[in-house]
């Protein structure tokens, strides 16, 4: 068990990965887990909720076939975190560790905070001679934070708002797409809709889907991304999306409001309703 001030962290356990409102030996709270098998420490750094002021670094009190894991009671839903990873600074050897830098939790759901200059983010500086040193100033403000996100109660959400059609694989016609191109230009979407999950299941949209006989649509990459460095210094931005930054965190920009981000996901991403098929 580690102690701070204001928090207690229990030892926890080490599934599923990422930071898990649960319960644990009774108490309700978050269970964080990181994998992390050649770390000394992992850190959970708590944020206020303007991304702000760090409240609390509690370091996670156990490691469990390589995943660091900790519980701290009594929070919650919606707090916002960071992590920070202690151990060998090798580059040569594969070891980038430097606990002035914070990271974003590879299971994160949600991200609060500066995405746009992450690409020019990095952990060394340069000494006299040129070589790379560890770089020893804290970046926590320029860096987004991870929200705990319920996921059980999100699915539950999804699947209320947009209950899959279970077309059979024998009678799919599978469309890919991307969300921007596919309707930034569309005449027929509403214009605050365009290039959103919400414009492609819009009217106009799943007219155009009827037509040409699709039934599923896979959407190119979805998932948060950051544009690389070259992009930046010349004014534009990665449109693939393969630059991935968090493979289960949506991409906000081309999210119309929270439900329809559900909308786009469960019921567009898969498999089009069968209602609008009709």
Partial sequence: MRETDTYVCLDGQPWPMGATPMSWQGQDGVNFAVHAPQAEGIECCLFDENCDEQKASLPLPRCTD????????????????????????????????????????????????PRANLAREVDYSLDPSGQRTADTQDNAGRIPKTRVIDSTAELRLGAGIAPGPSIPLSQMILYEAHVRGLTKCHPKVDPPLRGTYAAVCSAPMLEHFKRLGITSICLMPVQMHVSERHLLDLGLVNYWGYNTLGFLCPRHLIQATRVAIWCGLNSVTWSIPCTAMA
């Fill in 66 to 113: 390589g995943v660091w894991h900790g519980f701290v009671p009594q929070l919650g839903v919606g707090q916002l975190y960071g992590l920070r990873a202690s151990g060998p600074y090798a580059p040569d050897a594969g070891h980038r560790f430097n606990r002035h830098k914070l990271l974003v939790d590879p299971y994160a759901k949600e991200l609060v905070g």
